[in-house]
């Protein structure tokens, strides 16, 4: 078990700050219609799309909205087609970047992006030119224990939120150990969420034992974690933390994943 950088801990509470803006809503609703128009618009056969409304939940999107994504998706409403892309490249020194999009127009897509790489310090890259660097991992994020009630189906319900506590160490690796997982990342500071990591195929699984063991979820997805990092420091560490923030606001970028780390000694002049 291993604990956060103060740059994971940085990265973690700007997302859930544009979570709370609804800047997420967007994204998660077309992941949503991406979803329903591939496996249809039922969850409890489309474990995709199931993972993409968890999201979407997780950011408090209102259920109307969910709903109308995922009728949109299929169908049923009528809409624009978007597709799942994956664009590799570079960042400052070499940093493998990957951002994961939803687009209608890969002209467009392919050109902000190539700009944005560009503009600070990097290069727009082939497919497949760093996605070896990433290995694909269940990535679940938990806040506490709920004394309340937990509900499967809608993994943001806080009801008996009153009742949610700090949970201890030994117990979640009880926990995470008895429900499958791979490993346990402590938060970097207090107030922040543990991370418990998964094999992809382990993922709906283990999640499904620990809510039903009272662990209340923030967070769950699968996501693309590095095999090995870069230290970067100084004006490369501006530009590549300029960069990462510059492929995340654009619109048709979903998420985006790179393997460097900064210094916890140089982190601070960077938020």
């Known amino acids: 078990m291993a604990g956060h950088s103060k740059w994971h801990n940085i990265k973690h509470r700007k997302a859930a700050v544009d979570a709370k803006r609804g800047k997420a809503w967007t994204k998660c609703a077309k992941a949503i219609m991406v979803a329903a128009k591939n496996g249809g618009p ?119 939120a009153d009742a949610l506590v700090p949970i201890e160490e030994d117990k979640l690796m009880e926990l995470a150990i008895a429900a499958g997982a791979a490993d346990v990342v402590a938060p970097g500071e207090a107030g922040l969420p543990w991370t418990v990591f998964t094999s992809p195929t ?38 590549m933390v300029k960069l990462f923030d510059a492929l995340e606001d654009n619109d048709d970028v979903q998420k985006v994943y790179a393997n460097f780390e900064i210094p916890d000694d140089e982190v601070d002049g960077l938020e």
């Open 42 to 160: 039922d969850p409890e056969l489309n474990l995709t799309l199931r993972y993409a409304i968890d999201e979407a939940r997780y950011a408090n999107m209102p259920r109307d909205t969910i709903e109308r994504a995922t009728k949109k998706g299929a169908g049923l409403l009528g809409g624009e087609n978007y597709e799942n892309v994956r664009y590799e490249g570079y960042g400052p020194s070499g940093v493998a970047v990957v951002a994961d999009a939803l687009t209608n127009n890969r002209t467009r897509t392919v050109g902000d992006l190539r700009l944005i790489f560009s503009k600070f310090g990097g290069n727009l890259g082939n497919s497949g030119c760093v996605g070896f660097m990433f290995e694909s991992k269940g990535r679940i994020l938990i806040d506490g224990m709920q004394g309340g009630v937990v509900s499967t189906s809608n993994p943001s319900n806080r009801k008996g």
């Open 202 to 239: 382990d993922f709906h699984a283990v999640r499904q034992s620990l809510e039903a063991s009272g662990v209340h979820i923030a967070e769950a997805s699968i996501d693309m974690i590095p095999s090995t990092t870069v230290t970067v420091r100084g004006d490369i560490a501006k530009s």
